[in-house]
């Protein structure tokens, strides 16, 4: 049970913004969120995290509704390099000892 | 740093063999995990580690064994191979509850006959 909703797939054209929706309705209170990616014939890549407020770092931004029972994983710019499988992730930790538990996904593709 | 390594990189085997899969890393990390990803899926946790000689079921734990003697490597044994394990395992580790980022190897393809 992945307990978050994801799209499908997305497209995007490179150098525009793309936003990543996820829905975690089941949210609890000490869990966070994740974002991981996978590129083609590689491991998952971490790509941001955050608990309540909005977050940013030098890949993404991550903004998180103020009843946490969404989130959206935003690229500022997508590139070619930016098409791969992106992974939203509810992670229970103190109980659940910090494992991530993986859906399906939503496979962006960016177009030149 | 080397990060996250796995040996071996691909693998075939019958059914009812054995093998062990290694996972490495040089980040001093408390917590290991091994995924098994099937086409088209997410990954899916099958045991996992909160530190040296501790082990833990994960979501799909049957037909594998785990083991964590030492605190940079965590091994994943397969006794008697079965098509249906046939997959591509990653590895992956964090530094701790508080630091959840996790880092993950290259991953192993397996396949069984």
């Known amino acids: 049970d992945a307990k978050t909703t994801q799209p499908n797939s997305m497209e995007s054209n490179e150098e525009e913004p793309v936003h990543l929706p996820c829905n975690h309705s089941?949210?609890?209170?000490?869990?966070?969120i994740h974002w991981y990616r996978q590129l083609p014939s590689q491991g998952p890549e971490y790509v941001i995290h955050g608990l309540t407020s909005n977050v940013n770092n030098r890949m993404a931004s991550l903004a998180i509704a103020e009843d946490r029972k969404s989130s959206t994983l935003i690229l500022h710019r997508a590139t070619l390099r930016d098409a791969a499988v992106y992974y939203c992730?509810?992670?229970?930790?103190?109980?659940?000892?910090?494992?991530?538990?993986f859906g399906k996904g939503t496979k962006l593709s960016v177009k030149p | 740093n080397a990060g996250v390594t796995q040996t071996p990189k691909f693998r075939v085997l019958k059914t009812g063999q054995s093998m062990t899969l290694l996972c490495a890393q040089d980040?001093?990390?408390?917590?290991m995990y091994w995924y098994r990803q099937d086409p088209g899926m997410g990954l899916r946790l099958i045991h996992y580690?909160?530190?040296?000689?501790?082990?833990a079921k994960g979501e799909v734990p049957d037909g594998y064994n785990v083991s964590r003697l030492k605190k940079q490597n965590f091994l994943l044994g397969l006794e008697s191979a079965a098509p249906s394990q046939t997959s591509v395992y990653f590895c992956?580790?964090?530094?701790?509850?508080?630091?959840?980022?996790?880092?993950f190897g290259p991953g192993t393809r397996l396949t069984v006959l």
């Open positions: 992956a580790s964090s530094y701790s509850v508080s630091n959840p980022q996790s880092n």
């Open positions: 580690s909160v530190g040296e000689g501790t082990t």
């Open positions: 980040m001093n990390h408390e917590y």
């Open positions: 089941t949210i609890s209170g000490t869990d966070y």
């Open positions: 992730i509810r992670g229970g930790y103190g109980g659940s000892q910090g494992n991530l538990i």
